[in-house]
């Protein structure tokens, strides 16, 4: 299912980004050229004008100098030279009657009667005579002359407009494989970018119950992709941290279990062969029920270690006097103390309150007093106190014990961990465990502090009951 949806993620990411990456590339391109048209349009047009207007100015100064005669000898000379750009040049009257009139031949095309129906200004102006069924035109740029008579120099765009239409022709020839170059290359691209998707597929196709060493390559580029990269291989590192942890469980269980029972099966045994003695059949019973009360009571432990784990433990919520809690527990236990040397301490005010499951809270103090008995030699004390904290209610258990080793610390809480130096005394390995899952049941949190050769100190934190206090 996930790999599924990996591969639909990597077509549809895929198909974007290639979408993307060409669009960005293709649109570049397309307004590179629009740049470049626009400003080889306007520059070659303001070529144009600088001409008009300085033949403007010449033959006006020829004008002023020489009359109407050097005017047109001028423009004659130019008419047999056949000049390369050729202009044309009208002078009219004070009524913008047409006095003379010079139009080289590849422009009679023009309508040059629409210039005698304007009324021209004083100041220099630029005229635009369209040409029908064509893109071209012919610029005119009028001036006063100092009797004023009209004076009109013009030029056809007609050569700008090939240039430009030739730039054109190239740009649509470079066009179609810049499309297809741009596609190709957003596709690259988009296969690129989704090296990380590919690796996070070929990872997902390897993991397996025999296989969850398996990472994702990190590409290292710090985007979202990495992101998915680093977060999928964090959720393969605490997948395989849990599938270890409940194979050590199983194993620990199996282990711990076949003690017990090839015990059981001894005692059997010995009792088979003991020819019908009703004493040692007695004795071997008595030890079954010990072994098997043994059995029963680690079978049960582990089934409200995983009820309160997974949240199925029902607890009877009620309102719990913590003093009185501490108190209870601790008289269970003076005897054992007394008989050990241990001075057992309890302090708590009266007005501390949980909302909590009473028995459970009992079988978690218990668990902790049980062991700080065990694991404190004679003439050592144990201490029980609560007190608020803020909105907490926390309830310490410290003793004056063999303390655990720093390494150790971690594993205490994990099912059947036994610390070595523990070995020697009776025990599951399954308290802490138990206490700390009813504890989280609880909504709170334990932690320990300890140093071997010192002693323990354990730390439970509860949410307090404020309708009480
Ligand atoms: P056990 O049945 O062995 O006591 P627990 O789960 O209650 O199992 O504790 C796990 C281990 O933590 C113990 O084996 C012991 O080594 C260590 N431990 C727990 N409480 C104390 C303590 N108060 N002082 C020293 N060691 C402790």
């Not at 077509?11 to 570049?28: A, N």
């Not at 002023?64 to 005017?71: A, I, N, P, V």
């Not at 470079?174 to 596709?187: D, E, Q, S, T, Y």
């Amino acid at each position: 299912m996930f790999l599924r949806s990996l591969k639909q993620l990597r077509k549809k990411v895929g198909f974007r980004l290639t979408i993307w990456y060409s669009g960005i590339f293709i649109l570049s391109a397309l307004f590179l050229f629009a740049l470049a048209y626009f400003l080889l349009s306007s520059s070659l047009s303001k070529q144009d004008h600088e001409a008009i207007e300085l033949r403007l100015q010449e033959l006006s100064a020829l004008y002023q100098t020489g009359g109407r005669e050097l005017l047109e000898r001028e423009v004659t000379v130019e008419k047999k030279f056949e000049k390369k750009i050729p202009f044309f040049t009208r002078l009219a009257g004070r009524d913008n009657e047409t006095l003379f009139l010079h139009i080289p031949y590849q422009w009679v095309e023009f309508d040059i009667k629409l210039l005698e129906k304007m009324t021209p200004d004083t100041t220099m102006r630029w005229t635009r005579l369209p040409l029908k069924n064509n893109r071209n035109a012919l610029e005119v740029a009028s001036i006063r002359l100092p009797n004023d008579y009209l004076l009109q120099v013009g030029k056809s765009t007609e050569d700008r407009e090939k240039i430009l239409r030739h730039f054109r022709e190239i740009f649509t020839a470079v066009m179609v494989p810049l499309i297809l170059f741009g596609f190709a290359g957003g596709a690259f691209l988009a296969f690129r970018a989704l090296r990380p998707i590919r690796h996070l597929i070929s990872a997902v196709r390897s993991v397996g119950p025999n296989r969850m060493d398996t990472r994702v390559r990190s590409p290292q580029t710090g985007d979202e992709l990495d992101e998915l990269a680093t977060l999928f291989n964090g959720m393969l590192e605490k997948i395989e941290t849990l599938i270890n942890g409940m194979r050590d469980s199983l194993d620990n269980v199996a282990h711990d279990l076949r003690t017990p029972m090839t015990r059981l099966r001894g005692i059997a045994e010995i009792a088979l062969r003991s020819d019908q003695n009703l004493e040692i059949c007695r004795e071997a019973l008595a030890d079954s029920i010990e072994e098997s009360e043994r059995i029963l009571t680690m079978l049960n432990t582990l089934m409200d270690i995983s009820e309160a784990e997974t949240g199925v433990m029902k607890l009877d919520l009620e309102s719990v006097n913590v003093s009185a809690l501490i108190e209870g527990v601790a008289e269970l236990y003076r005897y054992v103390a007394e008989d050990k040397g241990i001075l057992v301490h309890t302090m708590a005010s009266n007005d501390l309150y949980l909302t909590a499951d009473p028995n459970r809270m009992r079988q978690i103090l218990a668990n902790l007093l049980d062991n700080s008995i065990k694991y404190t030699p004679t003439g050592g004390r144990v201490d029980i106190e609560a007190h608020h904290r803020g909105q907490k209610i926390v309830i310490l258990v410290k003793d004056t014990g063999t303390g655990i080793h720093p390494e150790e610390l971690p594993r205490i809480w994990d099912r059947l961990y036994r610390c070595d130096q523990s070995r020697s005394q009776k025990g599951l390995g399954l308290g802490l465990s138990l206490v700390k899952a009813i504890v989280q049941a609880h909504k709170g949190q334990i932690e320990v502090f300890s140093e071997p050769g010192k002693g323990s100190n354990f730390v439970i934190s509860l949410p307090s009951n404020n309708d009480q206090s």
